[in-house]
């Protein structure tokens, strides 16, 4: 009876073993089946809140010109789900200034902007009560016309994973709007506004994407997760343009970009596209009428041009204590287009008074204390020097060393989550309101 019941054990084992393969072959195929039924539906404009659509006239739009203050609603990750407010300042008068010098009201708007890309992904979610944020936004501001299709099918979740299947997700969400613009001496412009969420989903894994310039034949690369998403939306700017310009040329049209994180870089990228563009014969608009504004910016460029007058019209705003910004290493070469202003830090001249005036500021738009440890800093700055010292090139972290090093450096050098706060949009906007013009533009 044992000698039986040993030689059952080991087929009751293979029966197990095979019962499993076949669950795992059939959730392959089910899988498989989904992920092809979503891309048809995609293809055929279906199974999302709304048919995907190019612009259209914006609802309830305030058709506000000149200068004013709007209230703008958002949501923040201090708060879960729940809609917070604040102010912002709104001038036509400001896309007939130079856009290389700072424009701190500007850049203080561009952050509570680029806040409310990340939350209007909540409206594309099946069964969501949330409301359209970027629209309700953008109304308040008077913009006539806006696109949002790109959030129709990079917001469910399920989505996600089709994206990650398919190897698509090198990607971004984003509104395109559009208003008419008016100088004080009669001067009119159409300002084209691009908002950028920052990353969600599968796009973690696109933040990684640095890419090879070797692939290209190239000593110098662009991060290729960022740049393709920035190509994305510097083709629909140029059909959207096309569309508005007709014959009469781009002279009269203006760009803002913005973003945050993800969004912060592929807003860096996508401005840098149209910087270089305007010197050719494919103009989106005139370099005079190019402005951008990013907030939590990775590095994206190898390239040793990226501080080249030709981008003195992109602006991007980090805080010390966060370390996406120091992503990829400056150590490995990257850096980014522009100019980089650095908000205050732990241990700069006057940092406690100014720490305690953004608090209020945070506290003001939230309801609740501000949660980022500015002290943070320090164990940043330690985490980037080991990892520029063990992790020498991009190419290093792609092995599974590099990748033990990072955890290891991670675990050892930071609180992974405290860290994060530093990160947050409302923190970013807390600096701006608590700043002025003087102080960021020094």
Known sequence: MTEEADRRRPRRGLRVLLGLLVLVVV??????????????????????????????????????????????????????????????????????????????????????????????????????????YMEQALAELGFEEISTASYQ??????????????????????????????????????????????????????????????????????????????????????????DEAGLDGTDDICLLFTGHSRGAATANIAAAYADEMSQGLRVLAPLSGIYCYTFATPTVTTFDNASDALYDNIFNVMNPSDMVPRLPLASWGYERYGHDLWLPGYGDEGFDAAHAAMCEAFE???????????????????????LGREIPTAEDLATLGGAATVM???????????????????????????????????
């Not at 933040?207 to 190239?218: E, K, R, T, V």
């Not at 980022?372 to 330690?382: I, N, Q």
Request: hydrophobic share 40%; glycine share 8%.
């Open 364 to 386: 003001a738009n939230t309801g609740v204390g501000s949660p980022y440890v500015p002290e943070d800093r320090e164990h940043v700055d330690k985490l980037v020097a080991d």
């Open 27 to 132: 959730a392959g195929i089910a899988l498989a089946i989904a992920v092809w039924y979503r891309l048809d539906q995609r293809s055929r404009g279906e199974g999302v809140v709304r048919a995907p659509s190019e612009f259209a006239a914006l609802e309830g739009s305030t058709g506000r010109t000149g200068a004013f203050t709007a209230s703008i609603d958002f949501t923040s990750m201090s708060t879960g789900a729940e809609t917070i407010s604040t102010e912002v300042a709104w001038d036509d008068e400001w896309f007939f200034q130079d856009p290389t010098v700072y424009n701190h009201e500007l850049a203080t708007t561009c952050s509570v902007l680029s806040a409310v890309a990340n939350s209007e992904s909540a409206y594309y979610q099946a069964g969501s009560s949330s409301p359209a």
């Open 153 to 242: 099918y990079r917001s469910e979740i399920f989505d996600e994973v089709v994206d990650f299947v398919s190897g698509a997700d090198d990607v971004v969400a984003y509104s395109v709007a559009t208003k008419r613009v008016a100088s004080a001496d009669g001067a009119e412009k159409t300002l084209f506004l691009v908002s950028i969420r920052g990353s969600y989903g599968s796009e973690w894994l696109s933040d990684l994407n640095m890419g090879s310039a070797a692939d290209y034949q190239m000593d110098e690369i662009t991060h290729e997760g960022f740049s393709e998403a920035a190509r994305e939306i510097v083709d629909e700017l140029a059909a959207c343009i096309t």
């Open 408 to 442: 290891k450096d991670l675990l050892a050098d930071v609180n992974p989550m405290r860290v994060l706060y530093g990160h947050y949009p409302s923190v970013y906007i807390a600096w701006m309101q608590s700043l002025d013009s003087v102080t960021m533009g020094s």
